[in-house]
């Protein structure tokens, strides 16, 4: 008969007005603004409304999740900071938009390259977060930040990233990539106890 | 390389005639043609030796031998590798004779070849620039032509690093300032000949409307500024009345001149620009790239690494294929209910895209000879979910919500028809193609990777409208989640990447052509490498592209209210059209 596919078709959008009704009901309170709440309108089972009201409520990313790099430093035990990076320049060399600048620093007396960089800076207008820097640095040194919220007033003032800017300590990289960090950890420390060993 | 240009040459060996001789430089393979006999082997290969499809012409610039060279690949809708043939002509003022009569296919990208390369097409039709705007100057993609922020030829630039004092390009060039003009040339006052051209041979519908009623026809732009357009795409429409006489698209407004960036990059650096070609299928992109490349390194990826490749293209196709048809549904005017159905599913890919490589749509994740990481814990788990429970019943519901509808089926049955004949000839692939009625699918007809190992049917229907092409969507949705169940039942255990992680690649000197069926039709990369860090010729044959020949021949004798609709069926994506 004609129209029963327009009728067939609006009983669809009809069960989907439902199920969102039908869940409220099913949740309760827990299921706007609350961490359960916004994993189960993420998930796989969800019905009913499946959006995410931002900024009250954010989706949880996962640990591969990548944006704008940040260096690594490790704390010292009286809080001096010990970068990992020796600007050996691996990361300017792979970056694809080229917006990595970095300036070596150079001894003083001798003249000759210290590992560690004087200057670092990342234009993050252009950095397009494809994560190859952390990818292919050999000192774990720059990784991936999870904070995509950077957004600020002045583009000419503040998206220039400095050294100062872009340095976070390693207990916020173990925060916010556990398993990388384990493995890394792990890794580092086979390779030491090869070495000291004769 | 040596054995695929003997097997060519072998298989048509007594066929071709001698005076067409094979390729002999160290990594190239197929034949390169006269000049002056191009049209008659073009026919010859057309006619004699069932190359029907044109699939991808596109001109390399050779500035040390100063020659130019335009490589053609055309290959058999019945399947098989790609035919590649060659014509060499000087580097200063190249004329070629224009293909179009053979395959009228080749329309676009002789264009483009004129508008980047400079190659002049003796015999095109309509030989108009096609992504640069009408009034530029040069072309960009000749060796010696350089950019307004041009620094060196080849990334990594010297100044990054180790004295890397920060600038920002804008300090350089300042952003008046960065467009070269012409001498004399006032932006103001002036009027494109290009669109000047396209207007007068338009004109000639004008003249004679043959109808007894004394109508006027009308040239109406839609565009390039308009809701329906998918982006910034313009169609000069000629009405008669309601009647679509003739349609020419003008496109080019996202040009961002993808293969001269590509040709400023390292091999590895490259990668992540793939992404940003058919925004919406990046993981496809990586594939075709990757497998290019891989074919000059000759390197293979690990058994687990070739299973996650497939599982994440045909992830791809899925949320393509949803888009496509929720957006298509859109242009019928059924706002936006429907495409927020298909949006829940393609978030829930997504989310996998994100945990697994990182970013939700740009995901750099294809690496030459693997993939960048192992897939995360629980993934499997979630794919499995997903492909098991969740989507083989959504894409019932959308079945449910939208195929018998009847005013779907009023407005996309017998509208928009494409015969097979003409699909063809216009050098349409993918969904397009196989909605005519030709079953043309890259992962059956020349397979790549490991998809000759599994069980999967080619969808294929046989209208040729726009409901056929909504309804092969579902079909393929339907194959990709076959596909899916059995890389899940696979996919083995051990290492994601052959060899060591590089940041720097060799490859050796040679051209190749890695191609795969991508969500919206062949997707193929063509690369040269001159054994530097660096290609030497990096070229996209875009699929959505190519496929835009066939919307005027669809459009014409149609409504006008029908052209949006058949340009949503068609399923273009503006990153890959302009690229």
Not at chain 2, 151 to 158: F, G, L, Q, S, W
Not at chain 2, 168 to 178: C, F, G, T
Not at chain 2, 392 to 410: A, C, G, S
Request: charged share 30%; with cysteine.
């Amino acid at each position: 008969m004609n129209g029963m596919g327009v009728l067939k078709g609006l009983a669809v959008t009809f069960r989907h007005f439902i199920d969102t009704y039908l869940e409220d009901f099913k949740a309760g309170k827990k299921r706007y603004f609350t961490e359960e709440g916004i994993r189960q309108r993420a998930s796989i089972e969800a019905k009913g409304i499946f959006s995410i009201q931002y900024p009250e409520e954010k989706l949880p990313v996962p640990e591969e999740f990548r944006y704008i790099p940040f260096l690594v430093y490790d704390e010292g035990e009286n809080g001096e900071r010990a970068l990992r990076c020796t600007s050996c320049g691996i990361c300017a060399k792979v970056c694809p938009p080229q917006c990595i600048w970095i300036v070596r620093t150079n001894d003083p007396v001798t003249g000759k390259p210290v590992p560690a960089p004087a200057e670092f800076y990342i234009d993050v207008d252009i950095c397009m977060n494809c994560g190859y820097c952390a990818e292919y640095c050999p000192f774990d040194a720059i990784k991936m930040d999870h904070n995509y919220e950077i957004a600020s007033y002045d583009r000419f003032k503040e998206h220039i990233f400095d050294l100062n800017k872009l340095s976070k300590p390693a207990s916020y990289y173990a925060k916010i990539r556990p398993a990388n960090f384990a493995r890394e950890t792990a890794e580092r420390e086979a390779k030491a106890a090869k070495k000291a060993a004769p | 390389m040596t054995d695929h240009e003997s097997t060519l040459t072998t298989r048509h060996g007594d066929l071709l005639p001698d005076w067409v001789v094979a390729d002999s430089r160290p990594g190239y393979e197929g034949v390169i043609v006269p000049v002056s006999r191009l049209i008659e082997f073009a026919f010859l290969l057309r006619d004699k030796l069932g190359y029907d499809l044109l699939s991808s012409v596109t001109g390399v610039d050779y500035l040390p031998d100063g020659k130019m060279e335009v490589v053609y690949h055309a290959l058999q809708t019945i399947g098989g590798a790609p035919f590649v043939f060659k014509v060499q002509v000087p580097r200063e003022d190249p004329i070629v004779p224009s293909v179009v009569p053979v395959w009228p296919g080749a329309d676009f990208q002789e264009r483009e070849a004129w508008d980047l390369l400079g190659i002049r097409f003796e015999g095109h039709p309509d030989l108009r620039r096609i992504l640069m705007w009408e009034g530029f100057e040069g072309h960009p993609l000749r060796k010696d032509w350089k950019e307004p922020y041009y620094e060196e030829d080849a990334k990594p630039y010297k100044s990054r690093w180790p004295e890397g004092h920060v600038r920002r390009a804008e300090d350089v060039a300042p952003l008046h300032d960065n467009v070269q003009y012409p001498p004399g040339f006032d932006p103001e006052s002036w009027t494109p000949d290009g669109d000047e051209a396209l207007y007068r041979g338009l004109r000639k519908y004008l003249e004679d409307s043959g109808s007894e009623l004394k109508t006027d026809r009308l040239i109406v732009n839609l565009g390039p500024q308009h809701p329906s357009t998918h982006g910034v795409f313009r169609m000069v429409v000629v009405l008669d009345g309601e009647t679509i006489v003739d349609l020419k698209p003008v496109f080019g407004y996202l040009h961002r001149n993808h293969e001269k960036i590509g040709e400023r990059c390292t091999w590895i650096q490259n990668m992540p620009f793939t992404d940003r070609l058919d925004y919406i299928s990046s993981m496809s992109n990586n594939f075709g790239y990757a497998l290019a490349v891989e074919k000059l390194m000759g390197i293979k990826p690990p058994e687990r690494a070739e299973y996650i490749r497939v599982m994440m293209a045909e992830l791809t196709r899925i949320v393509s294929h949803l888009v496509a048809v929720g957006f298509l549904l859109n242009d019928l005017g059924a706002f936006f209910t429907p495409v927020l159905y298909a949006l829940e599913e393609r978030e829930l890919i997504l989310d996998i895209f994100e945990a697994v490589s990182g970013s939700r749509m740009m995901c750099n994740y294809f690496r030459f000879g693997g993939v960048a990481r192992d897939l995360p814990e629980g993934v499997l788990e979630r794919v499995r979910d997903l492909v098991e429970n969740r989507l083989p019943r959504k894409i019932d519901e959308i079945d449910r919500y939208l195929t018998k509808n009847e005013i779907v089926r009023t407005r996309c049955e017998g509208v928009g028809v494409l015969t097979a004949e003409r699909a063809i000839a216009l050098s349409a692939t993918g969904p397009v193609l196989r909605a005519s009625g030709v079953p043309y699918d890259l992962r059956r007809a020349d397979p790549y990777s490991i998809y000759d190992r599994f069980e999967f049917d080619v969808a294929v229907r046989y209208h040729g409208d726009i409901y056929d092409r909504y309804l092969i969507r579902l079909d393929e949705i339907r194959q990709s989640i076959r596909i899916l169940k059995q890389v899940l039942r696979d996919i083995p255990e051990g290492p994601v990447i052959s060899g060591k992680p590089q940041w720097q690649v060799r490859v050796p000197t040679g051209e190749s052509y890695g191609r795969v069926e991508g969500p919206k039709g062949e997707l193929g990369f063509y690369v040269v490498s001159n054994g530097k860090p660096n290609p030497w010729r990096y070229h996209v044959r875009a699929p959505s592209f190519i496929n835009l020949h066939t919307l005027a021949e669809m459009a014409r004798g149609g409504k006008v209210a029908d052209v949006v609709v058949i340009l949503g069926s068609i399923d273009i994506v503006l990153g890959e059209v302009d690229r």
